[in-house]
Each structure stands twice: as C-alpha cells, then as structure tokens.
C-alpha cells in the first residue's frame, strides 16, 4: 500500500517500473551491497511448490542447496532457493493465502538481514477495513468517476514531484561509478593536461627551431623546415624557409568527429547526474553538430581544401585534394583567377607498400616523384604506428630518373621534416613545396597503426 511504499522509501529503496508480470520492483543500495527485489503475480494453474523450486535448482545448477524457509510473521514466509555465489535467490513469498514469485538479486552478495527486514514490514490487509471504507453499490459517488482536470492549467502548474523524471541508473553501474569516478576523473585530467602541454611543448619547440632555420642565408637550392601546429582549430603545418620566410598550411576541416564524441560523452554524464536543463541543450547541440558533420562530409567529396599563408595572412596558392576510387588527386593552383600551377598523385595500392606521390605539370606529365626510402618502416607502421618518431618516413625527390633531393623526418614524437632539393628548369619549386606540404597534411605519419600509412 502506498504508506508501506512511503516508508520502504524512506529506507534507501527506489520503486522502480514494474515489467511484464511483476508487481513490484525495489532496487536499493546500502553500504557498498546493491539489492533489487521483484514480486511477480502468482502464474493462472500454478504448479506446486515443490515442482518450482525443482526447476529452480535445475536453473541455478547442480550444486544448488536445498530450498530454505524465511520467517516473516504468521502466515508470512519465504521459500526460496538460493545460488552457489549467493548472488541470486528465487523463491515463493507467501502472503494473503497466496504464492507470489520473488526472484532477488545481490552484489557482492544477497544482504539477507536487510531483505528479512523490508519483507517483515508488510502488513496483512484487513478485509474489514477495507469493506468498510468501500462505497456500497448503489451508493452515492459509488460510481462517479473523478473530475476531469481543467484545460486551462499548464505544465508550470503541476507539482514537480508529479513531472515525469529522468529513468534512473543500474544501481550496480552507479555502485561501480561512485567507486571508481574520483579516480577515473582524476586520472582524465592529469592526461588532458598533459596532452595540452605536450601539444604547448611541440608548439614552442617549432618557432625556435623553425626561427633558427630561416636565419640562414639563402642558397640556390630549395630548402624548407616543417613541421605540426596543434594548438589551433583548423590542422595546420608551419613552414620556413631561409632568408626569414615563413608560412602556414591551414587545411580547413573542422574537428566535428572530436566534438561529436564529447557532446555524446557529456550527454551520457547529463543522464547519469539528471541534469534535465543541461540534458537539454546537448541534445540540441548533439544535432546540430549531427548536421553541420554531414555538410562537411559533403564538402569533403567536392573537395577538401588546404591553403597556404604567408606572415601577413595573405594567401600564397591553395591545394585541393580530390577523391578517387584509389588514387587522390591535388590541383595547386595560384591564389588569383584560379591559375593551375600543376598536379600531385597518390594511389592507395602503392601506400599500401610505401609512400609515394607523383608531381605533375599543367599539361598531366609526371615531372617529379617522392618515394618513401625504407620498405621496412612503412610496414612497421601498419602495425605499431611510428612508435614515437622511431619509423617515421623519410622521402628520396627525384625527377627524370634523377635524384634531385631528399626530405628526412626527424626522429622524435614531435612531427618534424626538413626538405632540401635543386630543382630542374622543368620542375616547378612550388610544386615539390606543395608535394611536401600535402604529404604532412593529407598522409602524415600516425602514432597508432593505419594501413594507408
């Protein structure tokens, strides 16, 4: 009755909805002991009491002691049969001349003591009592139904014990949770923290190595010092060259997979606590971030762009990569009207065995080519990554058959690559400048295991 759930509620238990036959489902949670006690209502041709209990044993396994009585008061008791783990118990709860199936479940294990104490407090129901608080047939308001609710009241006017609640957690996962969180959390943000330095770290180490490079004195050859921006929105490349030359590759994909997962991770967070208000709004994020991911894959297939800056934010030419069913093609072109500076090519079959890119003239002629020097590695790296720098890639340039140059990445976890080559009269600098910057960008080398790598 409604006063007994009152009180078993004020004893640590949670009603939760019943299913199917049940009547009655209690989760509760006292001192490190998670508890969840269902009634379900007595089966039509009820079989006898020794012929449940056999079935039972038989489900819980061989080993299953003989069924046990537990006393409650008179005419009320418990048979049940309970696990070898002591974890789960089914039985038949005799109560009001009948047999109600009780099926309990406890982690570590079933606390009998509080059990005993919550069936003891169920009172028989007198008929009596009943009958007389019950209208006779026939009687005035014996037949009425209650009043229909006005139409003019809001939501704002209902109580909001009455509002309907978030479902509650497992109490198993919350035990676990409320266990565990504390050092869970803890052991995030340390990592968080110091991901963020390690990227901060790979930042400032790129200026003055990169500041070093470009105060050299300019040569005939090509020469250029690259390296990972990661404190940014936008995947980006810095670029210098000596005579204090410096520019910046900003390939324009916003993270939407990263911030899908977190709105995702914080929702589930949301749920957990009943943070109604904020539940709300990360369901509205969680779509619009839904939608703005399927316009940027959209954008992706006409073609994923990435443009390169000089110091004062002007743009110096742009790269886009156009997908193909095993190739990738790039069109560099100039930054007015479009002009086509020529092209760049990587199949998926040959990365597969190492990396490599074809340079192409406006006209489609292969004038250039960069191939990963070791077999070795690049295998490697299908399997462990590039293991903190260890198998990072290095690349021979070649033109017309002729080594013209090399590009060697520097081993350490930070992504570093140093370019140098004489080019040709045929072979356009800012294209072996390109081909160099969409190897970092589009197919750079990867801390974990990545088959096109």
């Known amino acids: 009755d409604e006063q007994w759930m009152i009180r078993v509620a004020l004893e640590g ?6 299913q199917g036959s049940d009547i009655l489902f209690l989760s509760g949670y006292f001192e490190g002991q998670v508890l969840n006690i269902t009634v379900s209502r007595p089966a ?19 080993k299953t002691k003989a069924p046990v009585v537990m006393e409650f008061g008179p005419g009320q008791n418990l048979l049940y049969i309970l696990s070898q783990d002591k974890t789960e118990l089914f039985g038949l709860l005799d109560f009001n001349d009948a047999r109600y199936p009780v099926n309990i479940y406890g982690y570590p294990n079933i606390d009998f003591q509080e059990t005993k104490r919550v069936f003891s407090t169920i009172e028989p129901i007198d008929a009596a009592q009943v009958k007389a608080s019950s209208p ?12 229909a609710p006005s139409a003019i009241g ?46 901060w770290l790979n930042d400032k180490k790129l200026l003055q190595n990169g500041r070093a490079f470009a105060s050299k004195p300019e040569v005939g050859q090509l020469e250029l010092f690259t390296g990972g921006w990661y404190l940014t929105l936008f995947p980006t490349v810095i670029v210098f ?49 839904a939608i703005v991911f399927a316009v940027a894959i959209g954008w992706s297939f006409k073609g994923t762009p990435c443009w390169i800056y000089d110091e004062q934010g002007l743009l110096v030419f742009k790269i886009r990569r156009q997908l193909g069913l095993f190739a990738y093609r790039f069109i560099v072109t100039a930054p007015t009207k479009n002009e ?6 990587m199949s998926s079959l040959s990365n597969f065995i190492r990396k490599q890119w074809w340079i192409l003239n406006k006209k489609g002629e292969t004038v250039g080519q960069m191939t990963e020097d070791s077999l070795i590695k690049s295998i490697a790296r299908r399997f462990i990554g590039h293991l903190w720098g260890l198998f990072r890639a290095n690349f021979t340039i070649s033109s017309q058959g002729q080594t ?34 969409s190897i970092n960008v589009f197919n750079r080398d990867r801390w974990y295991p990545f088959w096109s790598a």
């Open 241 to 289: 060259a000596p005579g204090g030359v410096r520019l910046a590759a900003v390939r324009r994909r916003p993270p939407m997979a990263q911030a899908l997962g977190l709105i995702f991770l914080a929702r589930w967070v949301a749920v957990y606590f009943g943070l109604e208000k904020a539940l709300a709004v990360l369901s509205v994020a969680l779509i619009i971030a």
């Open 154 to 199: 809001t939501i704002a006017a209902i109580p909001k014990e009455n509002l309907p609640r978030l479902p509650a957690p497992d109490p198993r996962i919350k035990m676990i949770l409320d266990k565990y969180f504390p050092l869970a959390s803890t052991t995030a943000a340390l990592v968080v923290l110091g991901y963020i330095f390690f990227l």
């Open 136 to 147: 006779a047939p026939g009687a005035p308001g014996a037949d009425e139904l209650p009043p």
């Open 44 to 62: 039509a041709g009820q079989i006898s009491a020794d012929e449940q209990m056999e079935q039972w044993k038989k489900s819980l396994g061989p």
């Open 13 to 18: 238990w949670t009603a939760e909805t019943p």
């Open 340 to 345: 086509v500076l020529g092209y760049l090519k």
């Open 404 to 437: 013209i140059g090399q590009i060697k990445s520097a081993r350490s976890p930070f992504n570093r690559q140093t370019l140098s080559a004489s080019c040709p009269a045929e072979l356009d600098p800012r294209l072996v400048f390109a081909c160099a910057i």
